[in-house]
């Protein structure tokens, strides 16, 4: 049997089609309403309690393992390692602005923006994030992986 001269071609052609088969359809994210209220509402919660100073809300919505990715520093592994970090963390107010929920009934994905200021109200800090959510089997959200980065030019 002879060989396509584009066998290659051909073959990535048909994953393509299949990955297009497997997705959900346009304009749909595969999280319901309630998924991405919960994510929203959760998110308003830890803002609110940070501010207050309360940072368990904070460290609670992260899995036990989770990776916390802050700039500057190397990557932060376990619930444990994010409370130290957060409680070291000075006295800042703290807003998220979420740009995005997406993903699937298992998985999402949170893309925005923050903003930290000093008690004075100036400002401190301003960046964006990205992170992983994931479904656990007592249908809550929980943070698996979070990154994040300032937009402020780095000071000497």
């Known amino acids: 049997m002879k060989k396509p001269k584009n066998l290659a071609c051909?073959?990535?052609?048909?994953?393509?089609?299949?990955?297009?088969?497997?997705?959900?359809?346009a304009g749909s994210s595969g999280l319901s309403a309630t998924d991405k209220e919960?994510?929203?509402s959760l998110t308003q919660t830890v803002e609110e309690n940070w501010n207050k100073g309360n940072r368990e809300p904070y460290v609670n919505r992260f899995t036990s393992d989770a990776f916390y990715m802050a700039?500057?520093?190397?990557?932060?592994?376990?619930?444990?390692?994010?409370?130290?970090?957060?409680?070291?963390?000075?006295e800042l107010?703290?807003?998220?602005?979420?740009?995005?929920i997406e993903g699937s009934s298992e998985f999402a994905y949170v893309r925005g923006g923050y903003l930290l200021k000093t008690p004075q109200?100036?400002?401190f800090d301003k960046g964006k994030f990205l992170s992983i959510w994931e479904k656990t089997p007592e249908k809550t959200w929980l943070l698996s992986h979070?990154?994040?980065?300032?937009?402020?030019?780095p000071t000497k």
């Open 93 to 100: 107010k703290l807003e998220f602005t979420i740009g995005e």
């Open 121 to 123: 109200d100036s400002l």
């Open 38 to 40: 919960y994510i929203q």
């Open 71 to 90: 700039p500057n520093m190397e990557s932060l592994v376990g619930k444990d390692a994010i409370k130290s970090f957060a409680a070291s963390f000075p």
């Open 146 to 153: 979070d990154m994040f980065s300032s937009d402020l030019p």
């Open 10 to 25: 051909m073959v990535g052609i048909c994953h393509a089609l299949l990955l297009i088969s497997c997705t959900a359809p």
